[in-house]
C-alpha cells in the first residue's frame, strides 16, 4: 500500500486547445448539422487551488441528472458514497451503472449464487443512496480487459443520451498504480463515452435518443491524482456508512463488525467502539476502521477524517474533478464591442 500514500498535484491530465480554435470547430460543425459538438475539456492547470464543495440547501440541482459508475457493487459505496448521496439530496435524480458482474466476488458457491447476491447488494446500496434505477451490464470479473472497448463506450454512450446524464462518477481515467483492470477499463471507457456522447458517433441511436454531451465529472482514484475538488460529506457519513454496511457479498463492510466483536467475545474480550449490538458494530466498524483508522489497509486512500481535517471539515472526499467548460469570449465581446 505504500506505493499508493500520496497524493500529487503535478500530475495533470492534458493540455488546452486555444479556446477560439475549439468555438469555430464546434460552430463550423453546428452550423453543417444542427448539432452541438461537446465542448472541448478543461483542464486545471498545477496551481489551481483545491475548491471545497460544501453542501447547498434547497434542492438547486433539481432536474440534473447523475451517472454513478462503477465495476464492482462496492466501488462507490468505498470511495464516493458522501458525495452521491450529497447531490441526490441537492434535487439529483441519479442512476448507478455497473459494468461487471463480480462473479468471482464475495459470498455464494456458485458462479450463478455470486451474481446474484452482488446485484442485490448493488440495489441495496443504490436503495440507501437515493439512486433511481440500476443498469447492470454484466462483463466478467476481472476480465473486462479482453472486452472490445468501443463495444462498452457504445452501451454507455446510448444510456447517457437516454438518461441526458449531466455529470458522472467514476473511477479516474487518470489514476496511476491502478492494477484492477475492471477498473481502469471502465474509467477510460466513461471518459471516451461522456465526451462521444455529444457528437454524431452512432448515428443509429438517432432514432430513439439525440446527442447530449456531459459536462461535469467526479474521478475518484487509489493511487496518486491530481486533487482539485474535495467534497464536505460530514452531513452525509452514515449514508456513506450504510451503503457499505448493506453489502453482504464482498469489500470490507458488511457484518465485518459483527464478527469482529463475536471473536472478541470468544476471548472473553469487547472494544468498546463496536457497541453493544451487531448492528452498532457493522456500521461503527465501517465509520471508524474502513472510512477512517484503517483506511490505507481496506481503500488504498488516506482517511476520510484526515481528508477532511486538512481543509477544515470533519468527513469529506476528494476528486479530479471537471465542470463545464466556459467560454471568455462572450465576456470580452460584451467589454469591449463598439457600435461603428
Not at 448507478?96 to 446485484?119: H, Y
Not at 443520451?161 to 455529470?167: A, E, G, I, Q, S
Not at 457493522?282 to 477512517?292: E, G, M, Q, Y
Request: aromatic fraction near 10%; include cysteine.
Amino acid at each position: 500500500m505504500e506505493r499508493r500514500k500520496f497524493i500529487s498535484k503535478g500530475i495533470v491530465a492534458g493540455a488546452v486547445l486555444p479556446a477560439a480554435y475549439s468555438i469555430i470547430a464546434q460552430d463550423a460543425a453546428a452550423s453543417e448539422t444542427g448539432i452541438k459538438e461537446n465542448p472541448i475539456a478543461h483542464f486545471p492547470p498545477e496551481n489551481d487551488p483545491v475548491v471545497i464543495e460544501r453542501p447547498v440547501s434547497g434542492q438547486p440541482h433539481k432536474g440534473k441528472v447523475l451517472a454513478v459508475i462503477q465495476p464492482h457493487c462496492d466501488d462507490i459505496a468505498l470511495f464516493a458514497a458522501g458525495t452521491v448521496a450529497k447531490l441526490v439530496d441537492e434535487g439529483y435524480t441519479a442512476y448507478m451503472i455497473r459494468t461487471s458482474n463480480d462473479d468471482v466476488a464475495g459470498r455464494g458457491k456458485t458462479l450463478g449464487e455470486r451474481v446474484l447476491n452482488n446485484e442485490n447488494d448493488t440495489e441495496a446500496t443504490a436503495k440507501v443512496l437515493g439512486i433511481s434505477k440500476v443498469y447492470d451490464l454484466h462483463y466478467r470479473n476481472h476480465r473486462m480487459d479482453e472486452y472490445n472497448i468501443q463495444e462498452i463506450k457504445g452501451r454507455l454512450i446510448f444510456l447517457f443520451r437516454l438518461l441526458k446524464v449531466d455529470t458522472v462518477i467514476c473511477y479516474d481515467p487518470w489514476g496511476h498504480y491502478e492494477e484492477n483492470p475492471d477498473h481502469y477499463v471502465t474509467a477510460k471507457a466513461v471518459e471516451a463515452a461522456r465526451w462521444m456522447a455529444g457528437s454524431l458517433d452512432y448515428p443509429e441511436h438517432f432514432e430513439v435518443v439525440k446527442p447530449h454531451a456531459v459536462q461535469e465529472r467526479y474521478y475518484f482514484a487509489r493511487g496518486p491524482q491530481l486533487v482539485n475538488r474535495v467534497v464536505d460529506i460530514s452531513k452525509y457519513i452514515d449514508k456513506k456508512v450504510e451503503s457499505n454496511v448493506v453489502i453482504k457479498t464482498q469489500g470490507p463492510g458488511g457484518d465485518a463488525g459483527a464478527r469482529l466483536r463475536k471473536s472478541l467475545a470468544d476471548q472473553g474480550k469487547s472494544l468498546p467502539i463496536l457497541g453493544d449490538s451487531d448492528d452498532t458494530a457493522n456500521a461503527s466498524f465501517v465509520k471508524n476502521f474502513v472510512l477512517d483508522i484503517d483506511s490505507e489497509y481496506h481503500r488504498a486512500v488516506p482517511s476520510d477524517k484526515e481528508v477532511g481535517k486538512k481543509y477544515g471539515l470533519e468527513w469529506a472526499e476528494q476528486f479530479h474533478y471537471f465542470g463545464e467548460p466556459k467560454s471568455r469570449i462572450p465576456d470580452f465581446v460584451t467589454k469591449n464591442a463598439v457600435n461603428k
